[in-house]
């Protein structure tokens, strides 16, 4: 599976993006697409996950209520619709593909290269 992540940019405090990670090679009903992000000098964290087959969603509590992870299955992309954004938003956001819904990056086999999402105060 490979992984093409889009859609970063700058944003000014309170606005919005949407993210995209566009998927090729094999996949499968059971796939699960996390994405997750990296801040400079802090560790990878979860930010949401969905089950293709069944749409099933998990979200961190950082992000709950202000993003909205979805999936479009003929066209193999899940996306990140990010709203009301903070500052401590600002990342490099990756996705992730894996088969539990897993808040653990480890648990993920494949990865996208990342897109730099930058909040302006």
């Known amino acids: 599976v490979q992984l093409q992540a889009s859609g970063g940019g700058l944003v000014q405090a309170g606005g919005s993006l949407r993210l995209s990670c566009a998927a090729s090679?094999?996949?499968?009903?059971?796939?699960?697409t996390g994405w997750f992000r990296q801040a400079p000098g802090k560790e990878r964290e979860f930010v949401a996950s969905i089950r293709r087959g069944s749409g099933t969603t998990f979200y961190a509590d950082s992000v709950k209520g202000r993003f909205t992870i979805s999936r479009d299955n003929p066209k193999r992309t899940v996306s990140l619709q990010m709203n009301s954004l903070k500052p401590e938003d600002t990342a490099v956001y990756y996705c992730?593909?894996?088969?539990?819904?897993?808040?653990?990056?480890?648990?993920?086999?494949?990865w996208g290269q990342g897109t730099l999402v930058t909040v302006s105060s």
């Open positions: 090679g094999r996949t499968l009903s059971s796939d699960v």
């Open positions: 992730a593909v894996g088969s539990s819904m897993s808040r653990f990056h480890s648990e993920y086999r494949y």
